[in-house]
């Protein structure tokens, strides 16, 4: 449903921003071309026409537009970090080793569940 989208870059991506479509007739013709083409290609992945909104659309849905800029696309330009990786607080790594796997395994194996009174 995002319309248009475009990226602010200043050496780097640096924010998003992108407006959504919102005129129902526009929306359901296009969901109608969508299941045609899907029909006509066998492809079974195609969302359905989403009636429900269509008729919100209707009813009236304000221009919705917005805009994106994160803390850490301003932490990479001001730095000049060539990866968002280096400028993240709390990064989400893997263990670097099988050791803590295996300890954590361990350690639910010899959980035995007691019973109440």
């Not at 050496?11 to 992108?18: D, F, G, H, L």
């Not at 537009?65 to 990064?91: H, S």
């Amino acid at each position: 449903m995002t319309l248009d989208m475009t990226e602010c870059f200043v050496m780097k991506e640096i924010c998003n921003a992108y407006t959504k479509l919102n005129n129902p007739m526009w929306q359901q013709q296009l969901f109608k071309e969508q299941a045609k083409e899907a029909k006509a290609t066998g492809n079974d992945e195609v969302m359905f026409i989403d009636e429900n909104l269509c008729t919100t659309l209707e009813y009236g849905l304000p221009p919705t537009a917005g805009w994106g800029l994160g803390f850490g696309r301003v932490t990479m330009f001001l730095t000049d970090a060539n990866d968002i990786k280096e400028v993240l607080l709390f990064p989400a790594m893997k263990p670097k080793d099988k050791k803590e796997k295996v300890v954590i395994a361990d350690t639910l194996e010899n959980t035995t569940a007691g019973t109440s009174v």
